[in-house]
C-alpha cells in the first residue's frame, strides 16, 4: 500500500505519546490529524508541552471512535494498561487500524494478564486478532495486519537480545536470568514517590522483584520461538536517567559453543534486520549510544570457565521501546520500507 495516511494519537499527553508525535511529524506518509487525550480534552496540546509551540496548533480531542474514524486512518493507544482493552474494539469497529502500546493485548492467557497488570482482561476474541508486533521477529505476521500489540520496552530488549540462541537451541532455557536497568521516562509522566527527583536521584534499586508484569510477556514470546514453555527470572531496576534500557542477560550454554560460533550466529540472524546492530567481540553497547534512535545494540560475551554467555541489549525505552516501534509496526502493516521515518541517528552525547 502507497500514499498518506491519517494518523490519531489517545493518550498523546504522556511521554510514549509525545514521542509518537516527534516521531510522526517525520515520516513522509503520515500526517497526523487528531491529538486526543480524556483528562485533557479541549485544552492546547502545547500548554503541556510548550517545545512544541507553532509545530502542534490543535486543541486535544476526546476519546470519540466515530469522530476520530472520520478524522483518522489509524490510530496510536498510548494508554495506561486498562484503558485500550476497552477502547481497542470500538475504534476497530469504527473501520480504523489499530496500534495499541499498553500491555492490554499482549498477553495470550488472560488470567496472566489478570495476575500480573491487576485488571480485567480484554475480550479473548480481540486479544486472539491481535498480532505480537516484535518486528525483528514477527514482522511477516505484522505485514496487513489491522492490530497490532506493540511489545513493552523490557521484552523488546530481552527478547532480542536471546531470540537467537532460544531458536538455535544453544542454550539451558532453564537457566536464564535477565538484570534490567531502566531511565525514569519507562514510569510515565504522572507523578509517584517512586519517580520523585529526590528518591531517584544518586539512588539505584531493582523494584517487582519476581511480579514485573513483562515477565510472562518475555517467557511467551520465548517459548514461542523455542516450541516450548520458557521459564525466567527477570529483575528490573531504576536508573537516575531519563531515557534507556540496559538489559544483562545470562544463561548456559550447551554443547560447548564457542564465542566466535555464538558472535556468528546472532550476526546472521540480524543481517537485513536494519534497526539490531551487533557489536563486534569484544564491544559492548551502553544505552547513550542509542538514544533517541530505535536502534537496538547488542554485545556478547561468552564464558569459557563456567559455560555461561553473557548478552548485553541497550535500547531507548521511549523509541525501539515504544514509540519507534510501533511506527516500524506502521511501516510493516502498510507495505512500506521499515525505516521510513525512522532514518536517523541516536542522540549523542
Not at 164 to 172: E, K
Request: net charge neutral; aromatic share 8%; proline share 5%.
Amino acid at each position: 500500500m502507497s500514499g498518506t495516511i491519517r494518523a490519531a494519537i489517545v493518550g498523546s499527553t504522556g511521554y510514549g505519546g509525545v514521542e509518537l508525535i516527534r516521531l510522526l511529524l517525520q515520516h513522509p506518509k503520515v500526517r497526523i490529524t487528531s491529538v486526543i487525550s480524556s483528562s485533557a480534552a479541549g485544552q492546547l496540546y502545547t500548554d503541556g508541552y510548550p517545545h512544541l509551540t507553532e509545530i502542534i496548533t490543535d486543541r486535544l480531542d476526546a476519546v470519540d471512535p466515530e469522530l476520530v474514524a472520520s478524522k483518522a486512518d489509524v490510530v496510536f493507544l498510548a494508554t495506561p494498561h486498562g484503558v485500550s482493552a476497552a477502547t481497542a474494539p470500538k475504534f476497530l469497529e469504527a473501520g480504523l487500524k489499530v496500534i495499541d502500546l499498553s500491555g492490554d493485548f499482549r498477553l495470550q492467557d488472560g488470567s496472566v494478564y489478570e495476575k500480573y497488570y491487576k485488571h480485567a482482561p480484554a475480550d479473548p476474541s480481540y486479544v486472539k486478532k491481535a498480532v505480537y508486533g516484535l518486528a525483528e521477529v514477527f514482522g511477516a505476521d505484522v505485514n496487513g495486519a489491522s492490530f497490532v500489540a506493540n511489545p513493552g520496552c523490557y521484552p523488546t530488549s530481552a527478547a532480542l537480545g536471546l531470540v537467537p540462541l532460544v531458536q538455535a537451541g544453544w542454550i539451558d532455557l532453564d537457566s536464564i536470568i535477565i538484570d534490567a536497568k531502566s531511565g525514569v521516562s519507562g514510569a510515565g509522566r504522572g507523578m509517584s514517590l517512586t519517580t520523585h527527583f529526590s528518591e531517584v536521584n544518586e539512588n539505584f534499586f531493582a523494584y517487582k522483584i519476581n511480579k514485573h508484569q513483562h515477565t510472562p510477556e518475555i517467557e511467551q514470546t520465548l517459548s514461542r520461538v523455542a516450541g516450548r514453555p520458557v521459564t525466567l527470572t527477570f529483575t528490573p531496576h531504576l536508573v537516575p536517567m531519563t531515557r534507556g534500557i540496559l538489559s544483562t542477560i545470562y544463561a548456559k550454554l550447551e554443547n560447548g559453543r564457542t564465542e566466535a560460533e555464538v558472535h556468528e550466529l546472532y550476526r546472521q540472524y540480524y543481517e537485513g534486520r536494519r534497526f539490531v546492530r551487533v557489536r563486534p567481540l569484544g564491544k559492548f553497547p551502553a544505552t547513550k549510544e542509542v538514544a533517541g534512535s530505535n536502534y537496538c545494540d547488542i554485545g556478547l560475551s561468552v564464558d569459557a570457565r563456567t559455560g555461561r554467555i553473557t548478552i548485553l541489549s541497550a535500547i531507548d525505552n521511549l523509541v525501539k521501546g515504544a514509540a519507534g516501534q510501533a511506527v516500524q509496526n506502521l511501516n510493516l502493516m502498510m507495505g512500506w520500507d521499515e525505516a521510513e521515518g525512522l532514518a536517523f541517528t541516536p542522540v549523542y552525547p
